[in-house]
DNA sequence: CGACGCTTTCAAACCGCTTTGATTACTTCG
DNA sequence: CGAAGTAATCAAAGCGGTTTGAAAGCGTCG
């Protein structure tokens, strides 16, 4: 059943009952009625591909993933997607993903725009310098970063404050008397690990703690390299009596690690992680396993495909941004460092200390 | 630039120029490399919508992802994502992806179908019994099930062998002198877990030993799951020696557990679990960490959609599927039971025995 | 009563590509 | 030399919608 039979069976024309359908104004109220009802019950549902051709609307946003030995495609995509879904849903958009060798990245966007695929894309995992931004600016395509670049142009995009987090987690470990500090980051080639490095060398320098280059690690986000990071530097000679760990991921490798040296998480060894409120990892309940600067990336997936699809609507400009300050939780993975100023900290129940503060 | 500019500009009819640029024969060579030549250097790209329109394929697959309480997007959905994508992406498709209400989930097919949105779907996390394989045989939507369902009608699937898997990973333990293994399964409504199940019950009914309900649990896999079902059991009269588990993110949470008894993971516990090889969990090295059995999801991604595009172009015929053996690893977390026959076994170290089986 | 304005409907063009069914130019053969 | 066959090209008709511009129907007013 297409448009042409659906009006001939309605004695109307493809017009009128265009119109119907789309609400125009033109059309009168009964005739709409009897319109609309007539599609319902005989199940009509436009062919999406002609009406993207007649309106130049994709209705659809892209994401392209490239594909790399330090994978893309990750949990925290995975739950930025579902976040994304949510709104594409809402707002009747498709959601196309291009998992792309890397060298062919730039070739899948002018793709995207020339083959008019979408109506905007979302990036992902910005570089410190992404090259990203200048392409999209040139293709004219709309897009938001999810994250930051050090670009020329003023671009749209939504970050957490990276760098406000760690240094606020790395200040939270020195006030409890921690003085070696290992910091066991992403890549920092990515913007957001970049940042969070500055935020921890700041939090470190403004306490007057000399930065240890050996005590900071910068690689993909697994439990392995949680596991042996940890392990070699708890065996070492002068071992850190804190960890600052940029994916709970990564903590959940650290914990292990600690257990495997014989020491209790929370009491020798205390660990702060950054939490993206993964599905599978839910660091929740009365005291959270790990202290944490948390920010649901599920919400932030949300959040800017709502920001993409109101600039491609008009409802916004574009360069529009948006910084969102995460959430410090007090779990059980923190105690007293060898510095501490009130040693009876020591005996306090971690339970009772439980509390939120931003 | 368009078909018609393209064919202006170099004074051919469209017609031609798309049969050139198709590699259709009816167009002598000469001109074929003329306008194959000024596309390149115009930098043409057909518009994918028109072209869709006018051939009545939507070079695309969908992926319809219902949001529930238990949540379909998740890392192993990720990773299947990731593999999946790579055959698209070299085979010309696009991969669309709607995550809707579970409620409308039908209407979703339904509406994919009539929209001619895309060519053929992949079926994800079918239940036991899925209603899904009935909806897409009434919408003559070409399809492909990841894993199986108990439907009537035969249909296309691809899944791995994962009650033998269990089977053998219980008889594993069994053979290590382990008589009360706990299961700590995924939902046991999904197709995948059932079978498990079976495998595992099968297996210790060969071995005569009485199956124990208060061993089986079934839950969402996420990490605490299977820290405190493992807490729980540990600290009960009759601890289980050894343990079963549907993902590596469970048996993570129960070697925390273990930990956290103060017992060694591999001597005083054994765990055995499946491994989905994902991306930020590699249990790899010399010696794996945990024995289990493994299956790539994200090889399983490649497959399945080069199965459905091979069913869609009609080089294969629908009702065909592929049941995959899984790997069995030999890792650090299994050791002899109480009920070991060579007592020696404990002595040996862990690494001496390592080696593949299938 | 005819001109005018307003609402409602429609025929036809269009979006950019593919494909069918000519048409033309050039060989080949009886 | 004309008929027939073949290779190369093209005009036009789709694909299934939207949108423009015109027309029809109807009540109102001078």
Redesign the pocket.
């Known amino acids: 059943m297409?448009?042409?039979e659906l009006a001939a069976s309605l004695?109307?024309?493809?017009?009128?009952v265009?119109?119907a359908?789309?609400g125009y104004?033109?059309?009168?109220?009964?005739?709409a009625a009897r319109v609309v009802a007539a599609a319902r019950e005989h199940g009509?549902v436009?062919?999406s591909?002609?009406?993207r051709?007649?309106?130049?609307r994709a209705m659809a946003i892209g994401h392209v993933v490239p594909q790399s030995e330090h994978d893309m495609i990750n949990p925290i995509f995975a739950d930025f997607i579902a976040g994304a879904g949510e709104s594409y849903s809402q707002a009747g958009y498709n959601m196309l993903i291009s998992v792309v060798p890397a060298e062919e990245e730039a070739a899948s966007y002018t793709a995207l725009a020339t083959a008019r695929s979408v109506d905007g894309v979302i990036v992902h995992g910005p570089a410190a310098q992404d090259p990203r931004i200048e392409w999209l600016e040139d293709l004219g395509l709309p897009f938001i970063v999810h994250g930051r670049t050090a670009g020329r142009q003023p671009h749209s995009w939504m970050d957490i404050n990276n760098r406000r987090a760690f240094h606020k987690a790395t200040d939270l470990l020195i006030d409890l008397g921690h003085r070696r500090i290992a910091l066991l980051n992403g890549l920092e080639r990515m913007d957001f690990a970049h940042r969070r490095r500055i935020g921890y060398e700041d939090a470190l320098g403004a306490a007057g703690i000399t930065i240890d280059p050996g005590l900071m690690f910068s690689a993909d986000m697994t439990e392995p390299y949680g596991f042996q990071t940890a392990m070699q530097l708890l065996k070492s000679p002068e071992p850190p009596s804190a960890f600052l760990a940029s994916s709970l991921i990564t903590a959940l490798g650290i914990s292990r690690a600690i257990s495997a040296c014989g020491l209790k998480l929370g009491q020798d060894v205390s660990v702060v992680t950054h939490d993206d409120a993964l599905w599978f990892l839910p660091n929740q309940g009365e005291v959270p396993m790990f202290t944490s600067t948390k920010s649901s990336v599920r919400a932030a997936g949300k959040r800017i495909a709502q920001m993409l699809i109101d600039q491609i609507e008009g409802r916004a400009e574009p360069g529009v941004s948006e910084l969102w300050e995460v959430e410090m939780i007090q779990g059980q993975s923190t105690g007293p460092g060898p510095f501490s100023q009130n040693k009876e900290h020591g005996l306090e129940q971690p339970h009772l200390r439980a509390q939120r503060f931003s």
Chains 1, 2 share one sequence.
């Not at 004695?11 to 009128?16: A, R």
């Not at 051709?53 to 130049?56: D, E, I, N, R, V």
Request: net charge positive.
């Open positions: 297409n448009l042409k004695g109307l024309s493809p017009t009128t265009s119109r359908l789309n104004p033109e059309v009168s109220a009964a005739t009509y436009p062919n591909v002609a009406k051709l007649a309106t130049g």
